[in-house]
Each structure stands twice: as C-alpha cells, then as structure tokens.
C-alpha cells in the first residue's frame, strides 16, 4: 500500500545577509495583514455580534492596498490562519477555560514583529540542482515584474527536499530560515490478510475481535478514574479561572491524550502480530443514541458530557494514522444491531442479550462477552463495506456453546495517584464476563 506522507524540514538560509530585508518587509507585512483583519473582525463583530469566518473575510479584504503586499496565496493564508486562532479561543472557552482572550494584535508600539509567511504553490520555486528556492513578493513589494527573493538552503545531509508543496519563512529570533514541507509517498507493507473488528464503548473502550479467533479488551477505567479525580480536583479550586484549575484541565487534557494514543499504539501492535491488514471501526454515529444496551450514554460526570464522543473521534483518526503507517486500512462500517446479533448464528434478538455485560444466545448457545461479540459482528461488516477477502474463523470454532474468553488489557499508571505517571498495559486473565 502505497502511503502519503507529509515531513516538514527546516533550512537555514546561506545567503542570509542577502535575502533578510526581503524577507522582513514580508514579515512585517503579513503583520500588517494580520492587523487589519484583526481589526475588520472586530468592526463586524460589534455590528453583528459575529466573527467572520475566513471566506467572507478574504473576499472582503482581497481589494485592501495591504493584500498586495505578499503573494495573494500567502494573504490568505494570514487570514486563514487568523481565523484558526479565533477557533482556538472559541474551543478554549467551551472548554471552560474563560481566561482565554482572542487573538491578540501583532504590534508592540509602532513596531511590527516579523510574522511567519507562507508560500503555496503559486508563491515559490524550488531549484533542487542549486539547492534554492525563490520566494513570490506581493504586487506592491516588487519593484520590478521579476523581483523574487533568492535563498540559498541547506538542510541536513541526510534530507532530500523534493515534491515540495509549501515553504514557510519563519524568523527564529536570530534569523530567517525555511520550513519547507514535502511530500513523499512510502510503502508500507500489509502485515497480512487477517481481519480485526473494534467496538468502541464506555465500561470497555474498545473490545477487538481478531479473524485469528482470539479477543481482547481494554477497560475504561483508567479514563473513567481521571474524569473523576480532575472533576474533584477542579471543584474544589477557588475558582474555575485560577492557575490551579486551569494547571488541572491542561493535566487532565494531557492525560486523555495519552491514554487515546497509548490504546491505539497497543491495537495496532497487537494487528501487526496478528498479520491484520484490515480494521474494522463501528460508526460512532449510533453510540451516542439510547439503545437497549442498558449502558449510559456518557460517564455522568457534571462537566464531561461531550468526552465520550470527543474520545471516540480522536480515537478512531489516531488508529486510522497509527495503522496506516503499518500498511493496516482502517474501514468504518455501520454498527446497527451490531450489539443485538448473535457472532456465530447471525441471529438477531432483542432477548439474546440477557446480562449486562454478557452475550447469550438462545439459538445457538454461545456465551461471550458482549463487547466482544459486538467487535467480531463489526469485523464481520467488512465484507459488506469493502471488497476484503474475510478469513472466516476456522469452523471448529463456530460450535455451539462456545465460551469466548478475551484478553484483558488493563491500563496501568504509576500507583494509585492518578496526577502523576504514564501507563502501560497488563494482560490480566479474564472471566467471560469482564
Ligand atoms: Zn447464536
């Protein structure tokens, strides 16, 4: 599988004495930019009580005598990124964090800073035999038809800049240097044809079911204990705006991240053991609906009612990443009735289901974990959403009455303070029911 990968490398400039005025009229200039649409934005939103969005915003500044400062792709990437930072501070204070301020003007008394100005394909080009790269002025900044700014780059020895889609001129404090990014296509083998099915949930955060006929869950709790102790911590601040509590939601944020991407790492090693090429994920879409599980909808905490959606996104685009890179597809497929279907008869039932957290069915007999059984009627899915060759599990393991015993994957922090120390993961033998 052929993959897209993007690096970026940062160059120094040879000829830095050269370039630096052309490079800091730039900079200055996309400062300005940034200024004025700070500005236009504040008008709006005291008129309208809105900010505008980037769109409106570029086609009411694209006249402005300062957009034609830079190159018209680098304009808008100014106040592109303008309205990033606006999204940012809108994220900040749905998040609770209320000392968050907007974005801030680009100007200390007169001065302006030199603000980092970026090159689309229309705004630069690369020499990769001289090892240069010629960067576009604005309209107003040439003072001839072919007045470009010249650099001369070096990168480290062991990098080769090619295919490059966009350089970036960032001052470092000291001087100007080259962010260039570049895209590259590797292959990444296919581990092999075996199959794999994860239903994501709340008491388990995942279940994975493998075509190799083995199981595996990751239990929440390692989440579901810091949702707690942070929500404590946090209220028992002074107020929701100190250091303290905002030191607290960084913590926490730190935390969920870490335990999202340390989930995906160990799938996605266990897949790469197992020669699976293909994963399969249930649309997130239905876990946020009521259905007969009996399961609640988010962890109850006052506070965090839109982690568990929240979690399950990132999840699923970290594993889509992380899989990727390991030549594993990651498939999303519907996951209706998923959880009501019996994963050796096919029977669906309402009844089939008849304890909290197990399986049985009355047709066939099996008993397993529920999740699991979900995980293995997702990874079933596959064959309906892409064209993969299912390995079925071998028939001897479709006899009725089979009791699947999945692995657990229990998320270990160090000692019982949940403030400090990453995880790791322990296999712990299983019941059934866990
Ligand atoms: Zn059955």
Known sequence: MAIQVTRTYVATIRNQ???QSGLDSLGFAASKLWNIARWTCDRIWSETGTIPEDGPLKAYLKNHERYADLNSQSSQRVIEELAEAFHGWYAKRRNGDDRANPPKYRKSGDDHPRSTVTFKEDGFKHDPK????????GRNLKEHWSDFILCEIETRPDVTIGNVRQVKAVWNGDEWEL???CKHEIEAESPGDETAGIDLGISNFAAVSYSTSDHEL???NALKTDERYFAKEIAKCNSSRSNKALKLRQKRSERRSHYLHAVAKHIVTECVERGVGTIAVGNLEGIREDDETGEPRNWGDRGNEGL???ALDRFTNLLTYKAKTEGIAVVVVSERDTSKTCSCCGQKRDANRVERGLYVCRNCGTVMNADS????NIRCRLDQAEKVTLNPRSSGDRSSGRVARPVVNLFRRGEHDPSCGQGTFAEQASSCKS
Do not use: T
Request: hydrophobic residues 30%; without cysteine; aromatic residues 8%.
């Open 218 to 220: 990751y239990p929440g």
């Open 308 to 310: 568990h959606g929240w």
């Open 373 to 376: 059984n979900g995980a293995e």
């Open 17 to 19: 004495q050269q370039v």
């Open 179 to 181: 962010h260039i990014v």
């Open 130 to 137: 001289n090892n240069r790269i010629r960067l576009s002025k």
